[in-house]
T-cell receptor, first 115, second 116 residues
Framework: AQKITQTQPGMFVQEKEAVTLDCTYD???????LFWYKQPSSGEMIFLIY??????QNATEGRYSLNFQKARKSANLVISASQLGDSAMYFC????????????FGKGTRLHILP | GAVVSQHPSWVICKSGTSVKIECRSL??????MFWYRQFPKQSLMLMAT?????????EQGVEKDKFLINHASLTLSTLTVTSAHPEDSSFYIC????????????FGPGTRLTVT
């Protein structure tokens, strides 16, 4: 069974609009971490934001925020005021902290920002 | 932030030959490194976990005799693709943990392997 599910293979958003990228996860580990990475066409993985399972508040990093709904096992990424440079592949990922250190990735969402 | 490098950034090799990819943590020690492969337009698939001074742990379905991993020091892990075939052509990415800070994982820039 998939541990990380990203249901949006692709999205088109007008520049300056906010965009939400969906991510749901599945784990029985009470201690876990959730990540979002951006991968532009160059291939490098750029860390965007992290949310720990015990964190009380939703994580924010500049224009990025993570809408963490623990009961729903949902960790959507919100990008405010989108820019052309936000066009890239976005991956949601999870690490189960009491099991091991490996990060498992979802299939990704390709975001296209339109001018 | 911490930096992870990979060498080479791209490589073309003939079918049947072996190719070695290096992953280095430049300004920190990494007891654990991870190797991923990524096919075009697909996600990162974890291949193996590389632990310094011990054998790598391979994910199900990954041939350990084909993808040799050596983690000889706290700053270097190598992945050797032995007897490469065209289906091994892929983007290989390594990552490393900052010791004691499991929420921080740093990725290398990746190595694009093309087997002709």
């Amino acid at each position: 069974a998939q541990k990380i599910t990203q249901t949006q293979p692709g999205m088109f958003v007008q520049e300056k609009e906010a965009v939400t990228l969906d991510c749901t996860y599945d784990t029985s580990d009470p201690s876990y971490g959730l990540f979002w990475y951006k991968q532009p066409s160059s291939g490098e993985m750029i860390f965007l934001i992290y949310q720990g399972s015990y964190d009380q508040q939703n994580a924010t990093e500049g224009r990025y925020s993570l809408n963490f709904q623990k009961a729903r096992k949902s960790a959507n990424l919100v990008i405010s005021a989108s820019q052309l440079g936000d066009s890239a592949m976005y991956f949601c990922a999870m690490r189960e902290l009491t099991r091991d250190d490996k990060i498992i990735f979802g299939k990704g969402t390709r975001l296209h920002i339109l001018p | 932030g911490a930096v992870v490098s990979q060498h080479p950034s791209w490589v073309i090799c003939k079918s049947g030959t072996s190719v070695k990819i290096e992953c280095r943590s430049l300004d920190f020690q990494a007891t654990t490194m991870f190797w991923y492969r990524q096919f075009p337009k697909q996600s990162l698939m974890l291949m193996a976990t590389s632990n310094e001074g011990s054998k790598a742990t391979y994910e199900q379905g990954v041939e350990k005799d084909k993808f040799l991993i050596n983690h000889a020091s706290l700053t270097l892990s190598t992945l050797t693709v032995t007897s490469a075939h065209p289906e091994d052509s892929s983007f290989y990415i390594c990552s490393a943990n900052l010791a004691g800070r499991s929420y921080e994982q740093y990725f290398g820039p990746g190595t694009r392997l093309t087997v002709t």
